[in-house]
T-cell receptor, first 112, second 113 residues
Framework: DTAVSQTPKYLVTQMGNDKSIKCEQN?????MYWYKQDSKKFLKIMFS???????INETVPNRFSPKSPDKAHLNLHINSLELGDSAVYFC???????????FGQGTRLTVV | KQEVTQIPAALSVPEGENLVLNCSFT??????LQWFRQDPGKGLTSLLL?????REQTSGRLNASLDKSSGRSTLYIAASQPGDSATYLC????????????FGKGTKLTVNP
């Protein structure tokens, strides 16, 4: 069983479109995250949710809107996609206080 | 603002060598430290977690240590194998309710047969 799963794995879309990435974890964790890995492979936090509540919003443009329908799911919706949004987006989860984070396989977003 | 430096950026070794990867934090107030492995085009695989009360963790041929006084961590890989070739990332949290991981840029390891 995949612990943290994201869909889709690849996403190619035109500038200006709106797209969503879905994430689900079956580890029973209470905290989920979105990280972005840029073209230089640098990973940086975007958002963190704990029990469906937003706790970290790391100066991400408001075109990016995370949504957590329940603590096992954290989706990322992106409006008006720009070329600079091209990156790999990783979902992760952990149990607050316990620390070990588990990552999904990533979604490679290419904006053309 | 926490920043993480990993040295070296790339490393190429012959099979069988023991090696050390280094990671340092600008702010030594690290709560948890985690080492990951990333294969090309893949996600991150958690290798070792050093929790706030610990200084060291071992898993098989891997040993990670954390010196909180200096804000430095090392990942020791014994008897390296070609299958160890990957990018190794260290990341730390700073506690206080913040669970976010701050990552280094990684060390790209190549183990030659």
């Amino acid at each position: 069983d995949t612990a943290v799963s994201q869909t889709p794995k690849y996403l190619v879309t035109q500038m200006g479109n709106d797209k969503s990435i879905k994430c689900e974890q079956n580890l029973g964790h209470d905290t989920m995250y979105w990280y972005k890995q840029d073209s230089k492979k640098f990973l940086k936090i975007m958002f963190s949710y704990n029990n469906k509540e937003l706790i970290i919003n790391e100066t991400v443009p408001n075109r990016f809107s995370p949504k957590s329908p329940d603590k096992a799911h954290l989706n990322l919706h992106i409006n008006s996609l720009e070329l600079g949004d091209s990156a790999v987006y990783f979902c992760a989860s952990s149990q607050q206080g316990a620390g070990e984070a588990f990552f999904g396989q990533g979604t490679r977003l290419t904006v053309v | 603002k926490q920043e993480v430096t990993q040295i070296p950026a790339a490393l190429s070794v012959p099979e069988g060598e023991n090696l050390v990867l280094n990671c340092s934090f600008t702010d030594s107030a690290i709560y948890n430290l985690q080492w990951f492995r990333q294969d090309p085009g893949k996600g991150l695989t958690s290798l070792l977690l050093i929790q706030s009360s610990q200084r060291e963790q071992t898993s098989g041929r891997l040993n990670a240590s954390l010196d909180k006084s200096s804000g430095r961590s090392t990942l020791y890989i014994a008897a390296s194998q070609p299958g160890d070739s990957a990018t190794y990332l260290c990341a730390g949290t700073q506690g206080g309710g913040s669970e976010k991981l701050v990552f280094g840029k990684g060390t790209k390891l190549t183990v030659n047969p």
